[in-house]
Structure formats: C-alpha cells, structure tokens
C-alpha cells in the first residue's frame, strides 16, 4: 500500500507556462514533506520542503503547497525552463522518522 | 513487487561496533545505490552498483564497506564509526544505471552512533 502516491508519472509543459506537480499521502502521521528533483544518472537533489505546520513555502520559482484536510501537496514551478526536465519525487517523513518516497513524475519542458 | 527493503530500520551502535545495514529488492533492477541523510538534508550518494559491481564511490571513507552479494542484495557494513556519521541510510535501486529515469527508495535506516 503506497503512502505516498504521485499519481502522474509524467507531465509536458511549454517552456514559460507554469508547471504542477501533485502528490498525495495517506498517513496522517507525516509531519515533513519533500520534493526531490532526479536527472538520468545522477542521485535526487533536493529542491524544496515544507512542515505539516505550514501550508506554503516558496523557494525562487519553485513553491511548494500542502493541504493537510485533503492530504494533499503540489509543487509549482513559475516559469518553467526546460531545464527543470526530470523526475520529480515527493516524500514524507513520518513522526516515527522514517521516509516515504513517492513514484515520481517526469516533467519534460518543451521549448 | 515494487518495494526495496531495508533492514533494520533503526540501529544504535557504539563507536567500536561492526553492524551492517541490508537492502533487497527482487524488481530485476541491476543498479543498487546507498545514500545518506543528515535531518533536513538531501540525501548524499555514497555508493553504486551496477552488475553487481562497484561503479561509483563518493570518497566515502574506509569505516564504510558496501558489499553486492548478488542482484537482488545489497549490504553496507560498518565499522568504528563516529558519531558524526548518525543519519538516515537509504537504499535505492533502479533498472539500470545511467539509462533509468526512475528510482525506488527504501524507507532507510536510521543509525545513531554513541
């Protein structure tokens, strides 16, 4: 049973236009939320986080919104570059400390 | 079967302990990875192996000692460590390296070292 679940596994957008990337999680004991950005053969790199206390945080042209009575964050990317082509994962940490990874979702930013 | 999993979840060692982290996972995935975390932090690449061998090692040091035992294992042995090396280890695995575009995570290892 995925916790967390990125139901997209992937998304095309013109250079410029904004992308979203949408992640749901079903343990309410996930208190700290991640994304992660992956480009073929590299390891993920951290992008941008959020606390369960907090219901935006924003980072350059990334932003990243939770919605705890839905379960539910995405991940804004203002405008986009076709750079920013890669999978994109998002993951929770759970108070017990543990961390759960979603599928991912390959964005490809057409120019 | 879409899991990788890691054992134990959690491990408290002293500084003159061996232990060893194990992976697993039985997608047919070639290229296995260790990564590690600090709190708040992306996590690290520390080690790859594809075929069962070691591609890559991030000058990691020599307290750390991964070992392939075969396509579907993955061990990481430890040996006087410091206490600066307390984190989250994950392993990964995925199709193949340098051709995957998507990576499986464990759920990782918590290892605090006193």
């Known amino acids: 049973d995925q916790q967390v679940k990125q139901n997209s596994p992937s998304l095309s957008v013109q250079e410029g236009r904004i992308s979203i990337l949408n992640c749901d999680y079903t343990?309410?004991?996930?208190?700290?939320f991640l994304w992660y950005k992956k480009y073929p053969a590299e390891g993920p790199t951290f992008l941008i986080s959020?606390?369960?206390?907090?219901d935006k945080n924003e980072d350059g042209r990334f932003t990243v919104f939770l919605n705890k009575s839905a379960k539910h964050l995405s991940l804004h990317i203002v405008p986009s570059q076709p750079g920013d082509s890669a999978v994109y994962f998002c993951?929770?940490?759970?108070?017990?400390?543990?961390?759960?990874f979603g599928s991912g979702t390959q964005l490809t930013v057409l120019p | 079967d879409t899991e990788v999993t890691q054992t134990p979840k959690h491990l408290v060692m002293g500084m003159t302990n061996k232990k060893s982290l194990k992976c697993e996972q039985h997608?047919?995935?070639?290229?296995m990875y260790w990564y590690k975390q600090k709190a708040k932090k992306p996590p690290e690449l520390m080690f790859v192996?594809?075929?069962?061998?070691?591609?890559i090692n991030e000058s990691v040091p020599s307290r750390f000692s991964p070992e392939c035992p075969n396509s579907s294992l993955l061990n990481l042995h430890l040996h006087a460590l410091q206490p600066e090396d307390s984190a989250l280890y994950l392993c990964?695995?995925?199709?193949?390296?340098?051709?995957?575009?998507?990576?499986?995570f464990g759920e990782g290892s918590w290892l605090t070292v006193v």
């Open positions: 990964a695995s995925s199709p193949m390296y340098r051709e995957e575009n998507t990576i499986y």
């Open positions: 343990n309410s004991m996930f208190d700290y």
């Open positions: 959020i606390s369960s206390i907090k």
């Open positions: 993951a929770a940490v759970s108070t017990a400390r543990q961390l759960t």
């Open positions: 997608m047919g995935h070639r290229a």
């Open positions: 192996y594809s075929y069962e061998k070691l591609s």
